[in-house]
Structures are given as C-alpha cells and as structure tokens.
C-alpha cells in the first residue's frame, strides 16, 4: 500500500495518531483504529479532552446532519406538492405497488456491512475492499433477481405495466452496492456536512428529472426515474467526497464477524420492513391501486418528517454511540440527551399532523387527495410510537445486539400483521387505524426490552419523554382555545400557518422556558462552536455522570 493511499485512509477513518501494523494472512497491512483519536487516548490521561472532542465533533455533527435533512424534507415535500397535482392516484399506486415488492431486496443492498464497518472498532484496508466488492456483486444479483420477479409482481396483482417498472427500478441496487462502503467511510470519519451536500444535490437532480418527465406526459415513469436518479447521482458524490479507491478482494481479510453482525442487521431490517409493508400489499392486492395510492400519499406524509429527524440525528448518534460502547456510563449520557432532543421534534409533529389532517392534505397535495384526511389522521399516533422506539436501536446496534434487534422485529411483526388484516375490511383508513393501535401496543414492551443489559432505566426514559410531552400538550390546548378564531381564516394555506405557528410557539416556549430546557439546548449550540458565548464552560450534562 502507498503511503499516500495510507494518509488517505487513516483520514477517512478518522485518525490523528500513528499508524500500528500487524500480521493478517501473512501479509503486512495498515490497521485503521477510529477509535484511537479519543477513547483510547484516556489510557494516556487525556480523557477529559477525548470527551470534549467527542462531545464536539458529535454535536457540529448533528446540526449538520439536521440541516441537510432538513433541506432533505423541504425538498421531498416540494416534490410532493409538485406530483400531486400533476400524476393521478393511481400513477402514484402502480409504483407503490412496485415499491412494496422490490422494498424487501431493498433491504439486502448492502447486507448490513456499512452499519457493521461503521460500529466496528477497527477495520483495515483489506477488509473495506473485500467489503466493498462484496456489496457491488449484492448489487449487481439484486439487480438480476428483480428482472427475474418482475414477471411474478405482474401476476399477482394483474398489471402488465409493473413489469418495466420493476427492472428499472432494479437498476437501483447496483449504485447502492457502489456506494454503501463510501458512505460508512464518511459517517465513520463524522463528515455529515459532506453526506449532507451529497444527499441534498442528489435530490435535487433527481426532482428536476422528475418534474420534467411529469410534464412531458410520462405520468408514473417520472416516479421512477426520480427514484432510479437519486441513488445514481449520490454514489457519483460519494466516490468524488470519498476519494477512497478499493483494492481487489483477497483471502483471509478477516470479515467473518462483519459479516455475522451484517447478516443479523439485514434479517432485522427484513422483518422489520414486512411488518411495516404488509399494509400496502394489502391494500394493493384487495382494494386496487387507486385506494393503495391514496393510502399511500398519506402514509408518506406521515411519516417523511420522522424518517429524515431519525435519519439525521441517528446518522450521528450511531458513530458516536459505538465509540462509548464500552463506557457505560457516557453511553447512557449521550443516548438519553440525543433522544430527548428527538423526541421535542417529533412529539410536536405528531399533534400537528393529528389537530390539522385536512389543511395539511389539501396545501400538501390538492383537493383531489382529500379522501387521504382521515387515513392521515389515524396514521399520527404513528409518528408517535416511532419516535418513542426507534431511537432504541441505535442501543442495540451500538452496543451489538444484532440479534436482540432480530428478535425485537420478530415479535412486532405479527401484532401488526394482525391489526392489519383486521382492518382491511374497512378499507385503507381500517387499516390505518389497526397499525395505530397495534404500534401503541408495542412501545412499552420494546423499550424494556432495547435497554436490558445497559444503564438506562425506565425512569430515564420516562424523564426525556415528559417535557417535551407536557409542552406539546399545552400547545394543542392552546389550538382548541383559538380554534374559533382561527376557523374564521376561509384559506387553507394561511389558517395552517396560524395553527403550526401557535402549536409549535407554544411548545417551544413551554419547553424553554416552563420546562426549563433552555440550558440545556442553548449548551448544545456551544458544543457545536457556532454559538457566540461557546467560551464558555462546556455543558456538564454531555459528559460522564
């Protein structure tokens, strides 16, 4: 390996030390420890600065991170205003039914081998590119075995189109394959404002796309050129941001666990999505592509929010988790501080999208979807429990519990299934409501079991959950108060903006300051530097307990 090539590497895993050799198959390779930088230098006694290093890089991360995804939202939600009144249902519905089907390979693409470099403490250069081709030939079957099903979609719900619709969404796996090693580079070395840029140009790109083809008459065609875009357009960004070229495979890299630990990652991921997919296939198959549309524009907007906070902060919070691994103490620290900032977003989407579905689906997406109201609205309380359980695997993969995460997904898939198919004589908004309910069902007993064998107890849990919870809720009694007031604006559009200025008014300053959560995120602006007064004494809460 060249020495440039070693600079390089070490770079992007992160290191400021010197590099450590040690025999593997014979051969003389460069060891990469992330994990050199900071937790290891507390053997030297410089613990406190590892900590505040940490702390640092964690939280610049995480606003970074937050941003672009917040870009991320706007820009998803622009396109969706934009194809909503531009396709029809069921153009919509033909893909979604596409989507689900494909959805499970999906989760295949990459194995489960980034989340694994990524938790890992150290990793060569060897086993990186044995990774990476191992991921690109994924890709490549995927690919192959999606063409192959295509024939076999097309049968079971009785629409010749979905036949092209599924190879071309198949091509889809092969820039995922490129990429997945590039990225787990990147999240490993904390560059999110880099992941950011590259996430948000892609999007970009692939809604300009998009917008076109829906204007050129190519109705559902824009849908998947959208899609087969995003994908090719970041895995260009990713080589470029990267600069990490792999080697060729050889023997002996030492991947056996990776792989292990990949492989429970991807049968979680698996499970997980059948339990959260089940409901479109049904829906597809027994009431047609048009309820299956409508069902599934309101399921999109309820859950586009949540998807890109959990994607955000967890990009972060996964890194900087398996960093503490072994230090209890900090871990549960830093876990319970990223969770109760989740929560103060999520919480108040969930009332939003609860009081205000009919003036959210008719700015969202036009008076033509207004049948998806209701659906929406029984979709909310999802917001909810997704926002109270998912952070809970960033626990399980951080401190690896693959294989609790496995049993986790096992035992909620069935409750869901159930609450589906009980609703599905109602239509899409029984639907809805059995995944509402059956999902409440779940919290408690997930959350026990996430946290067992870490120090986070329920009480903690409990303590991060109520302040953002109390303020929400004076928040929604303040709407109720006004709601005569505001029932008054005749418009859509500016009485949804009087209603989400006053929940969430309200609920920030009930949480700031009745709450008296001030401190705590005001030191989050100055652990991230961009504060003015970040001179100022770190904040004690984001260190050891």
Not at 177 to 203: C, E, V, Y
Not at 230 to 257: D, F, K, L
Not at 296 to 305: D, H, I, K, M, N
Not at 468 to 477: D, E, Q, R
Request: net charge positive.
């Amino acid at each position: 390996m060249t020495s440039s090539r070693r600079l390089w590497l070490a770079y992007l895993g992160g290191i400021e030390v010197p590099f450590k050799k040690t025999e593997i198959g014979g051969n003389m390779t460069m060891e990469i420890d992330v994990l050199q930088q900071r937790d290891a230098v507390a053997d030297t006694g410089t613990s406190e600065a590892a900590a505040k290093d940490l702390r640092h890089s964690t939280t610049r991360g995480a606003l970074a991170s937050v941003a672009g995804q917040g870009a991320t939202l706007v820009l998803r939600t622009g396109a969706m205003i934009i194809m909503a009144r531009l396709l029809t249902p069921k153009d919509f519905g033909l893909v979604g039914m596409a989507a689900a089907a494909t959805g499970l390979l999906n989760l295949i693409k990459d194995a489960g081998l980034g989340v694994a470099m990524v938790q890992r403490d150290v990793i060569t250069d060897k086993q990186a590119s044995a990774l990476f081709w191992i991921n690109f030939t994924l890709g490549v079957c995927l690919s192959a075995v999606c063409a192959a099903l295509a024939p076999a979609f097309v049968a079971f719900y009785g629409v010749p189109s979905l036949f092209w619709i599924t190879v071309a969404l198949g091509s889809c796996f092969v820039f995922n394959g490129a990429a997945s090693q590039h990225r787990a580079f990147l999240q490993r070395s904390m560059r999110f404002g880099a992941m950011a840029m590259i996430d948000t140009g892609a999007l970009i790109v692939s809604m300009a796309l998009a917008i076109g083809m829906a204007l050129a008459g190519f109705r559902y065609w824009a849908l998947v050129g959208m899609a087969v875009s995003q994908p090719a357009v970041a895995a260009v960004g990713a080589w470029i941001a990267c600069r990490w070229v792999p080697s060729w495979p050889q023997r002996a890299s030492g991947i056996r666990s990776m792989l292990m630990f990949g492989g429970k990652v991807t049968l979680s991921n698996m499970i997980v999505y059948v339990a959260y997919n089940a409901d479109k296939v049904l829906l597809g198959r027994f009431w047609g592509a048009e309820a299956l549309g409508i069902y599934g524009r309101a399921y999109t907007l309820s859950s586009v929010a949540n998807e890109n906070l959990f994607s955000a902060i967890g990009a972060v919070a996964f890194p900087a988790l398996s960093r503490l691994q072994n230090d209890p103490a900090r871990f549960r620290s830093f876990f319970l501080k990223g969770y109760g900032l989740f929560l103060s977003l999520v919480m108040p989407i969930t009332f939003w999208c609860t009081l205000f579905p009919d003036d959210i689906i008719a700015v969202m997406l036009g008076p033509k979807w207004h049948e998806a109201a209701r659906i929406f609205r029984w979709l909310a309380p999802t917001i909810m429990a997704f926002g109270l359980i998912h952070p809970f695997s960033w626990v399980m993969l951080a401190t690896g519990r693959a294989g609790r995460a496995v049993r986790t997904a096992l035992a909620i898939t069935p409750l869901l299934i159930l609450g589906y198919a009980i609703g599905l004589h109602w239509g899409p908004q029984g639907v809805a409501a059995g995944f509402s309910i059956c999902m409440a069902i779940a919290v408690v007993p997930v959350i026990l079991w996430a946290k067992h064998g870490t120090l986070i107890t329920a009480g903690d849990v409990f303590k991060a959950a109520i302040c953002p919870l109390m303020s929400i809720v004076m928040g929604a009694a303040t709407i109720l108060l006004a709601g005569g007031l505001v029932g008054h604006i005749r418009h859509a559009l500016p009485r949804l903006a009087v209603e989400t200025a006053i929940l969430f008014g309200v609920h920030l300053l009930v949480l700031l300051f009745v709450m008296n959560q001030k401190g705590v995120y005001v030191a989050l602006l100055r652990d991230s530097r961009l504060w003015p007064f970040y001179k100022s004494p770190p904040n004690p809460a984001w260190t050891a307990s």
